[in-house]
């Protein structure tokens, strides 16, 4: 770079000093620009070639022009004298070829200075610095005895959780309590034959409770605790990562007993592809990841180092990194059951500030009913949104109605309190969301019925919730009466106005998957026998697709036809459930009760 600016500054400072061409003009111009207006001041031909005119313009121009020949070029010239009377101060001059072709190729180089810098400058940036602040990052680095960038040594985590503080979560929580054991007291298993695990990867839904449970075991353990993000170990230069990885390990073993915490491990530790799909090479990542499994293959016995690692994508982990010697055990962290979100909702109702009517333990039990599926993160943001709630109406504490709203806004949505809804087309969402509880009220197992309403929520213009069972087991009567339920929506409507509406095309989707998987999947068909086309597996023939698609529609069909007949059995109770929407807007399960009677099963 210093040399082509080196040239560049002498090509420049000989442009200025040596003669040169200039600007090319013709004969003509030079007579009527420059002669007849008294701006020349010396005529030069060089080589017997070519016409330099010096000029006395300000900033003394100088141009050029081309002749054929030396001798018609003094023919003009004379002309031009007796004509005009005046004598032109003519040279004659010789000049060194290869001066001229330098003279072009500096005045070639000048017009390309900015473009050359420019694009000089940017290489240099994106490709030389780099490499620069490589070797200082190595330097940086070379300590092998500090621990690596990214990393958060014991204090400065927050560790003031314990596992008694942990809730939701039991079996999980057993399984790393016992980790933590083999470190504070590994003569008790070495005593048994035993050997202290390598290390326990958490692996569940987003939110419950992977990294909380890692905390808590550094509080327990009272050793050193070293935690790091998968993405840390990520950089734009070459080598970084495993380096990074070696600094982390030579770390822990330094300072053990030790607990190396690795969050998002799936940033690192994804499934390495096959060399020839990726061009025959590897990438950071990959290196990275081989440096990993290094790691963790070199522990000796008296090494008191264990691994926790967290994720979400357990599926997209690289089988080699999992196997038994490594992460000694896989420890699931599921969404809580109904204890655990009755657990959870006290420890998160604790700081809010209830209502005096309220009994904590009473609410929380039925809260965590109308919460399926949620999680720790997600119970905290129900009760946090409450509170919100409470304050934004200058409420003086939080009621069960806050409780109950914050709950439908995580589950369906935000309510749309300025959708305008034509009366016919409310009186269609009412009908649609009765279709649906009288199917459910009158069907054996349909689930429970919590409430109904046709205030618009989200993406939707009405919403009933049902109270799903706690089973792990489905019958296909099970699903059949379930698929009832989401058509009653739309045979509601066929049975009252005679129209289809778009009201029903989520219902739709969910009944479609539902037969497919009734079908095709779960083996609960009978014509297409005990047979599970799910996953990976090859194309299916064209006979066996057809015989699917057969089975999947004649099980809907018969779905929709009982539907149509126990609603049109029970029109009574749906015109009186839906016209009873249209006044008040949301019913409850003992409302309904009281509109049409206590429900034939148990609810």
């Keep these: 770079m210093l040399w082509l600016l080196g040239a560049v500054t002498l090509g420049a400072a000989a442009f200025k000093i040596l003669p040169n061409k200039k600007k090319e003009i013709s004969w003509t111009e030079f007579v ?15 080589n017997k070639e070519w016409v330099r005119v010096l000029t006395s313009c300000p900033e003394n121009e100088v141009v050029w022009f081309g002749i054929g020949s030396l001798r018609s ?142 905390k808590a075991a550094a509080a327990e353990a009272n050793v050193t605790f070293i935690a790091m993000s998968g993405p840390e170990f990520k950089e734009i230069y070459i080598g970084i990562g495993p380096k990074r990885v070696r600094q982390l390990f030579l770390f822990a073993r330094k300072n053990s007993p030790s607990i190396i915490f690795i969050d998002e491990i799936d940033s690192i530790a994804k499934k390495r592809m096959k060399a020839s799909s990726v061009g025959g090479g590897s990438d950071e990542g990959e290196n990275t990841l081989n440096q990993l499994l290094i790691e963790m293959d070199g522990f000796k016995a008296k090494e008191r180092v264990i691994i926790l690692a967290a994720t979400n994508r357990l599926d997209s982990l690289d089988p080699a990194i999992m196997r038994p010697g490594r992460f000694d055990r896989l420890v699931n962290v599921p969404a809580p059951n109904q204890k655990g979100r009755t657990d959870l909702f006290e420890k998160y109702l604790k700081p809010i500030h209830l209502d ?53 806004r995580a589950q369906v949505g935000m309510g749309q309190a300025q959708l305008d809804l034509s009366p016919e087309e409310l009186k269609v969402v009412a009908y649609h969301e009765a279709g649906h509880v009288v199917t459910a009220w009158f069907l054996q197992h349909a689930d429970p019925l919590v409430k109904v309403t046709i205030k618009a929520r989200g993406d939707s213009l009405g919403h009933t919730q049902f109270r799903p069972r706690s089973l792990q087991l489905h019958t296909e009567e099970q699903l059949f009466h379930r698929m009832c339920v989401l058509l009653g929506g739309r ?36 014509k297409v026998g005990p047979l ?58 003992g409302e309904v009760g009281e509109l049409i009677g206590p429900r034939p099963f148990l609810q």
């Design 491 to 526: 045979v509601a409507e066929q049975i009252t106005f005679g129209v289809m509406s778009t009201g029903a095309t989520s219902d739709l989707q969910v009944v479609t998957k539902l037969a497919y998987g009734t079908v095709a999947h779960l083996g609960m068909n009978k």
């Design 73 to 214: 070029f003094e023919s003009r010239v004379s002309k031009l004298e007796e004509q005009r009377n005046i004598s032109l101060p003519i040279t004659h001059k010789s000049e060194m070829r290869l001066m001229n072709t330098l003279l072009q190729i500096f005045e070639l180089i000048l017009r390309f200075v900015p473009a050359v810098l420019l694009t000089s400058a940017l290489v240099f940036f994106f490709f030389g610095w780099p490499r620069l602040s490589t070797n200082h990052a190595f330097q940086k680095e070379s300590d092998t005895s500090a621990a690596p960038k990214g990393a958060i040594i014991g204090g400065e985590v927050d560790i003031s959780l314990n596992f008694t503080d942990i809730v939701g979560c039991d079996q999980a929580k057993i399984e790393v309590m016992e980790l933590v054991n083999f470190l504070r007291y590994p003569e008790i298993y070495t005593a048994m034959g035993a050997k202290i695990p390598r290390g326990a990867l958490l692996y569940g839904p987003p939110g419950t409770g992977k990294t909380i449970l890692a």
């Design 532 to 589: 599970s086309f799910g996953g990976e597996r090859k194309p299916l023939s064209e006979e066996m697709s057809k015989m699917i698609d057969a089975e999947v529609h004649k099980l809907v069909t018969r779905a929709l036809k009982t539907t149509t007949d126990l609603l049109s059995s029970h029109k009574k109770d749906l015109k009186l459930i839906a016209e009873t929407l249209l006044k008040v807007d949301t019913l409850s399960a």
């Design 356 to 408: 005096i009517a309220i009994k904590r333990s009473e609410i929380a039990e039925e809260l965590a009913k109308l919460t399926p599926g949620f999680t720790g993160a997600a119970i905290a943001g129900v009760c946090n949104d409450a509170a919100v709630l409470a304050t934004r109406n200058n409420q003086c504490s939080v009621e069960r109605e806050n409780l109950y709203e914050a709950i439908d």
């Design 32 to 46: 009527d620009s420059y002669l007849d207006k008294d701006l020349v001041k010396e005529v030069q031909v060089v």
